[in-house]
């Protein structure tokens, strides 16, 4: 991918929290949340995005549609026009002009459908905001929900009456009504269930052909993200630690919590006997992490280097890059 | 205790044994029929995988078996065998959990004493307003004579071996103070808390981060050596299905589908909703973007429960004028593999 087709680019992206004490609200200290991230996307890729509860990967899916302001860093976006504008500091007025080029698909179809509204609100409400022509209106729901797989006819139905499957495809049809580029979906399978979360996958995939869609794949089922990404940036506690083209983040991981996390996956094979990499202790706080390299104290290659030095992300070989001071020497066991 | 090996247990008598067993929910809009004559066995030190999407009467089942069903579910069919222990040692005794009044001192001291349970959501599943070592010490001398100081230590011990840190410290502290891996953990150490011939597991690891589920399910193998334990693990996750049974029980809209040993479910599946269940599955092993077999439609609303067959809307060997029409039943087709389909016994 080069850079003239890069559609996102984030550069030391920061959000940090403030802990707030006692009558007047002192600050006693910094939750940080994302801390230091930069990763870019090129057009029409998935770049997923995984990490386990509490890393900071939906908080920087958020930053990236300024749905919550950064603390610091750039969010480089291209805009259609061929401009770029930096997400992270665009003023209100031009955000509302770049909103309908970055969508969000979320995670739970239940609570982000309104259920007192019928799917011709729902997916109509992002027309109505854009200034959609009222005439046009229903023929483009029409048309949203044939490309979703639902029939133009429920679209005077309410969201109770269809199931989780079809509600996530309800929120998909929102997500594309106005065509966007970028599409941040977080966690859009993990409340589905196996044979449904198939269904909602596929879909996600002969879009992103039809329409060259770009997406930002929050996850934190591997399998899930193996399967739909072309490249994965890997968390821990708001920090990148490795970020390379899918096959040779499986193939050969570079960083230990990368290969921990591999082999943590239950395999849906009685046969396959595997050496389990079982982490010891807890997730390191977000609020007090440790000295070094935050995976320190977990991690069975730690030396005197990594509990002093944080280790800067760094490219281990073409595009693989990892966030470990031993990632040269150590030879990590993926998935084949 | 005699030396159990898994094939001796597998050949014994089960510890439990489900019969048939219908629960019904009779509500405003219609009867919701959550399971519908479900059979199975648990055998002691084995693990018996239930897997199947939402809605297919997998936890009902369970809180069946241990008499907390939700009102106004109601057991309308079946037996319950449990094998208890007897009062003096070597004895045993043959019970119908089914004909026991769910509040009676004998389910109470069945449930929680024989048959323990580890609920899926750790965070709901301990009180806020109790500290984790009085909810131990209550679970503990409920069930054991014992006086307050001795279960206290009790407590305690357990909280080490399901691999707490500082576990002293920890009986005093609330379930909230814990994290989620911690609070299963101290979940499973109060369902160990009177050595239950049979834990029965609610999606046990699906609140939780794959390290930690690998750290629980790692720990429940262990505890199950140790102590002889039978495990009846309810899940939807095939890989953690997988790794943990020895026997499993495919169940789709209240009724049994399929039921066979672990490897024979993965690599021999006869039913066709087994067979799309497992292609439906993204792999970790997989290459390349391919797109998943998936099932069509969605799983049906519980008041409009298909004629005949419940999985024949979207069966792809469906048969018209037979799955529609008249229900399969399960029955055998090699040693002890079960389906309940018209391809392999005719209506």
């Known amino acids: 991918m080069n850079d003239g087709q890069r559609l996102l680019e984030v550069n030391n992206l920061r959000k940090h929290f403030p802990i707030q004490h006692g009558l007047l609200r002192r600050e006693i200290g910094r939750i940080r949340a994302v801390d230091d991230v930069s990763f870019y996307i090129g057009e029409s890729e998935t770049l997923g995005l995984v990490g386990e509860s509490g890393c900071g990967k939906t908080t920087t899916a958020r930053c990236i549609l300024r749905a919550v302001d950064p603390t610091s860093g750039e969010i480089l976006f291209r805009s259609e026009d061929g401009s770029t504008v930096d997400v992270a500091t665009a003023p209100r007025a031009q955000m509302r002009s770049l909103r309908h080029e970055m969508q969000m698909i979320f995670q739970d179809p239940f609570s982000s459908l309104n259920p007192r509204m019928t799917l011709m609100d729902i997916v109509g409400e992002p027309l109505v905001i854009s200034g959609y022509p009222r005439s046009e209106r229903e023929d483009r729901v029409a048309e949203l929900l044939r490309v979703v797989g639902l029939r133009p006819e429920f679209m005077r139905r309410f969201p109770h009456a269809f199931s989780g499957g079809q509600r996530q495809r309800i929120g998909i049809a929102r997500a594309l009504a106005l065509n966007p580029r970028l599409i941040v979906a977080d966690e859009p399978v993990s409340a589905l269930d196996v044979s449904v979360q198939a269904q909602v996958l596929n879909l996600m995939m002969d879009l992103q052909s039809e329409l060259g869609l770009t997406y930002l794949f929050v996850a934190h089922d591997l399998s899930v993200v193996k399967h739909i990404s072309d490249r994965i940036a890997v968390m821990y506690v708001g920090k990148l630690v490795e970020m390379a083209p899918t096959d040779a983040l499986f193939a050969t991981p570079r960083h230990p919590y990368t290969a921990a996390l591999l082999s943590s996956v239950p395999d849906p094979d009685p046969r396959t006997v595997r050496e389990r990499v079982v982490l010891q202790g807890e997730v390191a706080n977000p609020a007090n992490p440790p000295a070094g390299c935050y995976f320190n104290p977990r991690c069975e290659y730690a030396t005197d280097i990594c509990r002093s030095e944080t280790p800067q992300l760094r490219e281990i070989a073409p595009n693989h890059f990892a966030a470990c001071h031993r990632a040269d020497e150590l030879a990590l066991a993926g998935v084949v | ?347």
């Open chain 2, 1 to 347: 205790m005699a030396n159990y090996t898994q094939t001796d247990s597998a050949a014994g008598a089960p510890l439990l044994s489900v019969r048939n067993l219908s629960t019904h929910f009779p509500l405003d809009e219609g009867t919701v029929i959550a399971v519908d004559g479900a059979s199975f066995d648990v055998f002691e030190g084995q693990t018996l995988g239930i897997v199947g999407e939402s809605g297919c009467g997998k936890s009902v089942t369970a809180r069946s078996i241990l008499g907390i069903l939700d009102k106004p579910g109601l057991i309308v069919d079946g037996e319950i065998l449990f094998r208890r222990r007897g009062r003096n040692s070597g004895s045993e005794e043959v019970l119908d959990l089914t004909s026991f009044d769910p509040d009676s001192s004998e389910m109470r001291s069945i449930r929680g004493g024989e048959i323990a349970y580890v609920f899926q959501e750790p965070m709901t599943s301990f009180s806020p307003v109790h500290t984790i070592g009085n909810q131990l010490m209550e679970a503990i001398m409920l069930h054991q004579d014992m006086g307050k100081d001795e279960a206290r230590a009790m407590g305690a011990d357990l909280l080490r071996r399901v691999g707490i840190p500082l576990p002293d410290r920890r009986m005093d502290e609330y379930s909230f103070q814990l994290s989620g891996g911690l609070r299963q953990r101290a979940m499973i150490a109060m369902a160990l808390s009177c050595s239950p011939r049979i834990l029965i597991a609610d999606e046990p690891t699906t609140a939780l981060d794959v390290t930690t589920q690998a750290q629980i399910l790692d720990l429940m193998s262990g505890l199950q050596e140790d102590n002889e334990m039978a495990i009846m693990l309810i899940t939807h996750d095939l890989g953690v299905i997988a790794e943990m049974a020895d026997y499993v029980v495919v169940m789709y809209l209240g009724q049994v589908v399929e039921s066979a040993p672990v490897d024979d479910i993965f690599h021999n599946p006869q039913h066709p909703y087994t067979q799309a269940l497992l292609q439906s599955i993204p792999r970790i092993q997989s290459t390349g973007q391919d797109r998943l077999a998936s099932i069509t439609g969605s799983v049906p609303h519980p008041y409009a429960r298909p004629r005949g067959c419940p999985f024949n809307p979207r069966c792809p060997a469906f048969m018209l004028g037979t799955c529609d029409t008249s229900e399969p039943r399960l029955q055998p087709i090699g040693t002890r593999h079960e389906v309940s389909c018209f391809l392999h016994h005719g209506a």
